[in-house]
């Protein structure tokens, strides 16, 4: 087996007295994916920041491509070459452009600042929008004259134009229709078989995290309850909260009142 | 699209933007207008010179050639107004240029570092925002002797924390939002983020809010003309001419005074008018 991508081990961040991520430990292989399950403030989010280094870990290490990323990167220098390894695309899709730049703009600069040359820019920034299913035309739109799932599409080929080694989808389809993220989830799909990238999705969706992931881990008060395959977590659960997180998934057939069926 | 069909496109939608100005709005601007083009041009209009003493006709009412009369030392008000218009605007331009850019610096320094260095300066700004800008004036004339500079130094010392804070509160809500996070894991440099993509997004906010300071500015540098700490007598200016018309006032001829005065008061709201619906049009509070 190759070297892992993405080593975290012992993970552990502290609000003051708040424990928001206890002990969290886990591999991403290259190409591989993982899903990171739970409900709001289960601490997953916190993992994902603590990744790019938004936020500094309280005790633990990460290693990314081999490289100790423990800490928030120091300087411009350092933050740049770690863009190279792990990219995120966020939740809100309607927050994480500037609305100020257009599409095409806001993808140049991104390769510009990664050191292509700007004679190449403008063809890269084309196979990106190819890649993510836009025409060529979104390249001159400011976001405000995009839809929330056009917008989705552009973070990724934003989050994808340095051809990192993984990508981080924190919650990145959730603000969206349901018909759209299932377009967004088969891109991501299609993106990873034709790139090699491999994915952290965090979620707290569990047909979301089935669709993209091989590899799973539940998350609750900040510590790993169960992991494994997603698909043998997901259909024979063992850990009574993640009974409980797929049990409390809306089904056909719910009657109000009637309670949860199983 | 055919080339005309987009240009009459973004034809309506111009207007239709700018109609959101409404009368009052194209009103000030209209005033402003006439305002700048007379302290740009102010000697050249004026039919007289402003600082001819003629004592023969102190107090003088409008004679033909002379339409708003004399002050009380005989000199032609229309003119002295005309002139005066420079003075009365360059103070402010310069108060108003300095305190932006100042306060713009410091709030984005704060909003962008958070922790001590916000809760420093914010704590600055709250210090220097309670202590009244006239009362600094007055201080900094007592030491360094009175004149424009100086009143508009003090001006500035004053004007840039109300800035700063206003600009802290919407800058930490901008560097809040997810662009900025996604452009650092980018690896964008911080002058970078804050540059070119934080603060041309807060340039509506400010410029609103400076064109707002500049009729407050208008009003406190006259004011502190006015009291013999800003533009020094003779030079034509409004807020010492309100100060000098004072005793003619008293004496029945309040012309000289409620000249300027009106002047002033007229600069004021246009300015705050305009900033207050370019404001409400760019959608900023």
Known sequence: MTDPLIVARNLRKEYGDLVAVDDVSFEVAPGGSLGIVGESGSGKTTVAKMLVGLERPTAGRIEIAGTDCSAPAKGWRERSRRAQSLQIVFQDPYSSLDPRQSVGDALREVLVVAGLGRDRTQARARELVDLVGMPERVLGSRPSALSGGQRQRVAIARALATEPRCVILDESVAALDVSIQAQILNLLADIRERTGVAYILVSHDLAVVRHVTDDVIVMRYGAIVERGQTGTVLDDPQHPYTQLLRESVPRPGWVPGAGATT | ?285
Request: hydrophobic share 55%.
């Open chain 2, 1 to 285: 699209m055919s080339v005309a069909q987009v240009a009459s496109v973004v034809r309506t939608r111009r207007r239709s933007r700018l109609s959101h100005l409404g009368v009052i709005g194209w009103l000030a601007l209209a005033v402003i207008v006439v305002f700048v083009f007379v302290a740009a041009f102010g000697e050249a209009l004026a039919p007289d010179d402003p600082n001819a003493i003629d004592i023969a006709y102190a107090n003088v009412g409008p004679i033909p050639g002379h339409p708003l009369g004399f002050d009380d030392l005989g000199r032609d008000l229309l003119s002295r107004l005309l002139v005066g218009a420079r003075s009365s605007f360059v103070g402010p331009l310069a108060l108003v240029a300095l305190s932006t850019v100042a306060g713009t610096t410091l709030a984005l320094i704060a909003a962008w570092r958070r922790g001590w260095t916000d809760a420093t300066l914010s704590a600055g700004f709250d210090i220097a925002f309670a202590f009244p800008g006239i009362l600094l004036a007055i201080l900094l004339a007592t030491l360094f002797g009175a004149g424009l500079a100086v009143a508009v130094i003090a001006l500035t010392l004053a004007y840039t924390p109300s800035l700063g804070r206003l600009l802290r509160a919407t800058a930490l809500r901008e560097t809040g939002m997810e662009y900025v996070k996604a452009f650092r894991v980018m690896g964008y440099s911080d002058v970078r983020i804050v540059v070119r993509h934080v603060l041309p997004n807060l340039m509506p906010f400010i410029i609103a809010q400076a064109i707002i300071m500049f009729g407050y500015a208008t009003l406190d540098l006259g004011g502190l003309s006015f009291l013999g700490l800003g533009v020094q007598p003779p030079t034509a200016d409004w807020g010492v001419m309100v100060a000098a018309g004072a005793p003619a006032l008293l004496q029945g001829y309040p012309t000289q005074t409620l000249a300027a005065g009106t002047c002033l008061v007229l600069a004021a709201v246009a300015f705050g008018v305009l900033g207050d619906r370019l404001a409400r049009m760019w959608g900023v509070e």
